[in-house]
């Protein structure tokens, strides 16, 4: 037996038809052309415990080597930052706050066939730490104590680069002189300092392997976040003092005919969703004229 759907339920069925494909093809447009970041997040408590004062020069830095084929490429640090977090009292497990130290996004060039360390190779260079700040008063004015407790220290960034083929390894350390009986010195400065000043441990190994560098549809948003304490000038980019004289390998974007093919997807549904959105309305005004001459 074959049942007739009626007229009025039809134009329902369309309409909601109509109501998903312009959903879809909204969700399509909103996530065309967006990247995905390949994060790294690595967490240390290499310097200790550290009894830190507000005034006090927290520095920190990174490194990474490529590894495999060592092909080369450009890579970028997108939002790199490292966070201290500190709690009011030795041992304690209660965080009070974070320092905040960002650091220099790159650009970073290497060759092909280079497995140096990068952005620099010795941490007695300036170029050892990407980013320097003040430490900010959390606790009343009174010290701030930073250990495995509280957490040590943990690096995050968004690593981009045009090798999306090679591995890379990257490991980062921080430095805060005073607290070590060294002094109240910003090993972020672009001066050299002795080792026993600005040498520090190295955070455990992070292997990862970068995603592509991508042109983006939209105005890219800032590459570090606002600083907790006061920013050294140091946090700017130094060049890369493993290979200054690099050229840089040809960037492998993503080709712009497979936006503008999602771009015309999306449309394409659009369309298709405001046909059935008027054959819905149409098939309710007729049942709706039909009704009204009955009566």
């Known amino acids: 037996m074959t049942r007739t759907i009626p007229r009025s339920r039809l134009g329902a069925i369309a309409t909601t038809a109509a109501v998903v494909t312009c959903a879809t093809a909204a969700l399509s447009l909103s996530t065309a052309g967006i990247a995905q970041a390949a994060p790294i997040s690595v967490s240390g408590s290499m310097e200790g415990a550290l009894q830190i004062h507000p005034g006090d020069w927290v520095a920190a830095g990174y490194h990474f080597r490529v590894q495999g084929a060592k092909s080369g490429g450009t890579y ?58 003040k430490a900010p008063d959390l606790c009343g004015g009174g010290p701030m104590y930073d250990d495995a407790a509280s957490g040590g220290a943990t690096f995050a960034a968004d690593v981009h680069s045009t090798n999306t083929h090679d591995p890379i390894a990257v490991q980062f350390h921080y430095r805060v002189p005073a607290a070590k009986g060294k002094g109240n010195i910003d090993c972020a400065d672009g001066i050299q300092h002795p080792a026993d000043v600005c040498g520090a441990s190295e955070s455990p190994t992070v292997d990862l392997t970068p995603t592509p560098v991508t042109a983006p549809t939209t ?17 700017s980019a130094p060049p890369s003092p493993t290979s200054p004289s690099a050229p840089a390998s040809s960037a492998s974007p993503a080709p712009s005919g497979n936006l503008a093919h999602t771009g015309t997807s999306a449309m394409t549904w659009l369309a298709i969703g405001a046909v059935l959105l008027l054959v819905g309305l149409g098939s309710v005004s007729t049942t709706r004229l039909a009704r009204n001459r009955r009566h």
């Open 219 to 235: 105005a890219p948003a800032p590459t570090s976040p606002a600083p907790t304490g006061t920013p050294s000038h140091g946090a």
């Open 76 to 133: 970028t640090f997108a939002q790199a930052e490292v966070r201290l977090p500190v709690s009011c009292s030795a041992g304690s497990k209660s965080v009070a706050g974070d320092i905040t130290v960002p650091l220099a996004t790159g650009p970073w060039t290497v060759r092909p066939g280079d497995g140096d360390l990068h952005p620099w190779s010795d941490q007695g260079a300036p170029a050892a730490y990407q980013g320097g700040v």
